[in-house]
């Protein structure tokens, strides 16, 4: 199975501030990523598809880069509504698995 | 509006049994795989099971095979998941997800709420 591994696992960010989460794949998984955000009791949403490309509706703050083995997904402008849990997902090759997961917290 | 609504979780005994229901509306249902994905109290996501359109491709990954079925009712636009044998370890909150994709490149656009399964004695 390939291995996601995340980064922070947890972080605390000011308002406005640029935020970066890091995603590690053990093998190559050509751009085969999705970001997640979980609120405090609530199910996943989806952010970041395909590595880059931002789903509706999600606001532009949000992006997603990254190639081969490492990815990540960036909060340009730190929002209240941003406290989250954010996890990655790969579908490159079954069985599809997820990061650990990165808590962030407004500082 | 794209809706995932799950029922039938609860309390229930190790080694029993227990059947999810995922209702669907707001897309056409018969058209996309869907999945099961749980989430153990303060842990991360894992797959629990997946289906293809027509519900004869299943697939688990070895935590829950032999225990766990999925199935679907394209009529009713619904997805199912039998849990038996269940174990402590398979407490969690359960969500059923659609499956899309872009260009080949896939992703969960939509989740439930979740349903939440406590095993315990």
């Known amino acids: 199975d390939i291995q996601m591994t995340q980064s922070p696992a947890s972080l605390s960010a000011s308002l406005g501030e640029t935020v970066s989460i890091e995603c590690l794949a053990s093998e190559g998984i050509s751009n085969d990523l999705a970001w997640y955000q979980q609120k405090s009791g609530k199910s996943p949403q989806l952010l970041i598809y395909?590595?880059?490309r931002l789903q509706d509706g999600v606001p532009s703050r949000f992006s997603g880069s990254g190639s081969g083995t490492r990815y990540s997904l960036k909060i340009s402008g730190m929002q209240p509504e941003d406290e989250a849990d954010y996890f990655c997902q790969q579908s490159y090759k079954y069985p599809w698995t997820f990061g650990g997961g990165t808590k962030l917290e407004l500082k | 509006e794209v809706q995932l609504v799950e029922t039938g979780g609860g309390l229930v005994q190790p080694g029993r049994s227990l059947k999810l229901s995922c209702v669907a509306s707001?897309?056409?249902?018969?058209?996309?795989?869907m999945y099961w994905i749980r989430q153990a109290p303060g842990k991360g996501l894992e797959w629990v099971s997946s289906?293809?359109?027509?519900?004869?491709?299943?697939y688990y990954p070895d935590s829950v095979k032999g225990r766990f079925t999925i199935s679907r009712d394209n009529a009713e636009n619904t997805v199912y998941l039998q849990m038996n044998s269940l174990r402590s370890e398979d407490t969690a909150t359960y969500y059923c997800?659609?499956?899309?994709?872009?260009?080949?490149?896939?992703?969960?656009?939509?989740w439930g709420q979740g349903v939440m399964v406590t095993v315990s004695s």
């Open positions: 997800a659609k499956w899309a994709l872009w260009n080949n490149y896939g992703f969960f656009d939509y």
């Open positions: 289906i293809n359109t027509d519900g004869g491709s299943t």
């Open positions: 707001g897309f056409t249902f018969s058209s996309y795989w």
């Open positions: 395909a590595a880059s």
